[in-house]
């Protein structure tokens, strides 16, 4: 029977400990395992594709039946712009890489240190000049799908 052995034990067996192991974990992304930092393959991380459907007719989602609200769906802000337009973005704040990210006052905004976006995701403030990333939308009505 084969053995199996975790990534941390294996990368100890390699001679990595301490910090030199955290090194490892946090520089090399397919190894990432960082506190707040979402994988490239995560939703909403910036680095998958993203192909999703929303029923507004389902209460989790309904609040998009009126202009100005938003919710969150697999990492993604989904905001009601007008009548007939969405704004979706990464729920991950560029800033410092942390799940934050809101809608309030026609923008998106991350309340840990403050960083704005507009609902093109252009960072408004010098915490948000790195963007963020956009989903286009399509939407029948009732059924709302969030795509890249």
Do not use: W
């Amino acid at each position: 029977m084969e053995e199996k052995l975790s990534r941390n034990a294996f990368l100890k067996s390699l001679g990595f400990k301490g910090a030199s192991l955290l090194a490892v974990y946090c520089a090399v992304p397919a190894l990432s395992s960082c506190i707040n930092e979402p994988s490239p393959n995560d939703p909403g991380g910036g680095g998958s594709t993203i192909d999703f459907t929303l029923d507004l007719n389902d209460s989790a989602y309904s609040a998009l039946k009126t202009v100005g609200k938003y919710v969150i769906a697999n990492r993604i802000v989904i905001a009601r712009i007008s009548s007939t337009t969405f704004a979706a973005v990464t729920q991950v704040c560029s800033h410092e890489n942390k799940a934050k990210v809101i809608y309030r006052n026609a923008e998106f905004y991350c309340p840990e240190h403050g960083a704005k976006y507009d609902v093109n995701g252009r960072g408004l403030n010098s915490n948000g000049k790195n963007g963020l990333t956009v989903y286009m939308t399509a939407f029948d009505g009732s059924l709302l799908r969030v795509f890249s």
